[in-house]
């Protein structure tokens, strides 16, 4: 019930293209869903964040799709560049309690030029 | 602004060493997290602390230890190094009661090797 399960585990794509990455979660009472990126050797930072009052946000050619009846969230980066290849995490918190981040397990993404 | 700093940055122990990873925030964040990365496991929590004086358990907390010294400090412990806590360490703070919406804020890490 606390799981986020993310798809797929690593991700090619050509300069241009778009990647899209996938999460599912079960406990509905999430309320909160970021994304994070990660460069190698660095920590991980905030790329953009959904609550599932709204079904799309977009912050330049970065997009999350949020489909609340099928608990599942993706990520979409249009027109990918080789700078945007890195560890990508979705995750999960609800309201309340200690507001823990649930994460999924990642999605190294490579953009090749 | 340094957001959140670890010390050290790399570490190498013998099997049994204990050794303390340092965390510091000057955000005035209320909450503090300690979470550890292995391949292919993604982040999963160690312990965290909501306030100043409040630690709990998250998913993984077997062998460790913290201590949330102050609103700024939060450290963690491990008293009997082994193997198996190798790994990349990483300090967070950060969440709707710090008012950042949700967001936590990562350290860069500190990669821990225990021989």
């Known amino acids: 019930q606390q799981q986020v399960k993310q798809s797929p585990q690593s991700l090619i794509v050509q300069k241009g293209g778009i990647s899209i990455i996938n999460c599912a979660y079960e406990n509905t009472a999430f309320d909160y869903f970021p994304w994070y990126q990660q460069f190698p050797g660095k920590g991980p930072a905030l790329l953009i964040a959904i609550r599932p009052d709204v079904s799309e946000k977009k912050e330049g050619r970065f997009t999350i799709s949020f489909n609340k009846s099928a608990k599942q969230f993706s990520l979409h980066i249009m027109d990918s560049q080789p700078g945007d290849s890195a560890t990508y995490f979705c995750a999960a918190s609800m309201k309340g309690g200690s507001e823990k981040l649930v994460f999924g397990k990642g999605t190294k993404l490579t953009v090749n030029p | 602004n340094a957001g959140v700093t670890q010390t050290p940055k790399f570490q190498v122990l013998k099997t049994g060493q204990s050794m303390t990873l340092q965390c510091a925030q000057d955000?005035?964040?209320?909450?503090m997290y300690w979470y550890r990365q292995d391949p292919g496991m993604g982040l999963r929590l160690i312990y965290y602390s909501a306030s100043e004086g409040t630690t709990d358990k998250g998913e993984v907390p077997n062998g460790y230890n913290v201590s949330r010294l102050n609103k700024r400090e939060f450290s963690l412990r491990l008293e009997s190094a082994a193997p198996s806590q190798t790994s990349v360490y990483f300090c967070?703070?950060?969440?709707?009661?710090?008012?950042?919406?949700?967001?936590?804020?990562f350290g860069p890490g500190t990669r821990l090797l225990v021989l």
């Open positions: 955000m005035n964040h209320n909450s």
């Open positions: 967070a703070s950060g969440g709707r009661t710090s008012g950042t919406g949700g967001t936590q804020y």
